[in-house]
């Protein structure tokens, strides 16, 4: 089953403007982790964040987690063409259990030259 | 390039037939994940191995379906009497860690198709 739940399922921008996915889940998690997905370099570890974490940054991402709401939202700034590619987050239920690492269904980011 | 690396990276075989997929992770990794994906949705994971040991598999994952990790460096999957729905893309990933599912680093997987 996958727990996390991306919002929106495709989006379109512009170069240079900034990206914002929202990814909901349902049960508690020890970290989420945020994945890019593309035909060159196939699936990308991007960022973790634990869950005693609200925001984390790493270069042009920055990444936030709300627990009470079990939510979490990626924000891609200054967006390039390269950065066109399906990202995912993905859920660490904790203790290692037999649903693993739980990835929602993705957004498809188009950026637009 | 010291990632990680899958073969084939393309398998067409016919329905009930049996299949055999390799992964070969990051040396120092103790950990071995696979992950089935099908088209427009996200990783599903079916099984993971710490060092040699198979330590979870998911309720996905059938009785056609065995993985191994013989000396805790490479593993193979195999998928007996291949059907139909089987087709999808076979990730693999591995990972340093004890506890819990840490960052992953994923093979460019194998896609295969049933006939």
């Known amino acids: 089953s996958q727990q996390g739940e991306e919002d929106p399922q495709a989006l379109s921008i512009q170069e240079g403007e900034n990206a914002t996915m929202n990814c909901s889940y349902k049960t508690s998690i020890n970290n989420l982790q945020w994945y890019r997905q593309n035909s060159g370099r196939g699936l990308v570890h991007l960022i973790l964040i634990r869950s005693n974490e609200r925001e984390k940054h790493s270069g042009r991402l920055r990444v936030t987690l709300d627990t009470s709401k079990k939510s979490s939202s990626l924000l891609i700034t200054a967006s390039r063409a390269a950065d066109t590619a399906s990202y995912f987050c993905?859920?660490?239920?904790?203790?290692?259990?037999?649903?693993?690492?739980?990835f929602g269904k993705g957004t498809h980011l188009i950026i637009q030259p | 390039d010291t990632g990680v690396s899958q073969d084939p990276r393309h398998k067409i075989t016919k329905r009930g037939q049996n299949v055999t997929f390799r992964c070969d992770p990051i040396s120092e990794h103790n950990r071995l994940y696979w992950y089935r994906q099908t088209l427009g949705q996200g990783p599903e994971f079916l099984t993971y191995?710490?060092?040699?040991?198979?330590?979870?598999k998911s309720r996905l994952l059938s009785d056609r379906f065995s993985a191994e990790r013989p000396k805790g460096s490479f593993s193979t999957l195999e998928i007996q009497r291949t059907e139909q729905g089987d087709s999808a893309m076979y990730l693999c990933?591995?990972?340093?860690?004890?506890?819990?599912?840490?960052?992953?680093?994923f093979g460019p997987g194998t896609r295969l198709t049933v006939l």
């Open positions: 191995f710490q060092n040699e040991a198979q330590l979870e």
């Open positions: 993905a859920t660490d239920a904790g203790g290692g259990g037999a649903d693993g690492l739980t």
């Open positions: 990933a591995s990972s340093l860690g004890t506890r819990g599912y840490g960052e992953q680093f």
